[in-house]
């Protein structure tokens, strides 16, 4: 998560830090033990992969059908909204064009 700090002065001159929080959205993609890909977004992707983790009621019913998991992607945006379009177009993907942008492959993904 990106921050910023300004520098303002109380009624004594002495100058205190503000912080302005600039939240950013991730979107990530999970490979599940049986080899699935699961994608999703959020704005604190730690405490989301605690809940997929742990099968928490916040959990997606896909991470609790499908066992353990390793977070193998993901892409930062400043704007919810250009998460979820990019959740959607992830989500419309082949698989063989996901595993060509999981691994990196650009010749392949302008391919596919």
Known sequence: MRSEANVLSDERGE?????????????????FSDNSLYIGQTNNLGQRLKEHFNKTTKSSKFAKDHGDFKLIYQ?????????????KQLKGWTRAKKEALISG????LKKL
């Open 105 to 108: 492959n650009k010749e392949l």
């Open 75 to 87: 892409e930062n945006y400043n704007s919810r909204l250009e998460s979820m379009r990019r959740e």
């Open 15 to 31: 100058e205190s830090k503000e912080v302005i929080e600039n939240k950013m959205y991730t979107i990530y993609i999970l490979r």
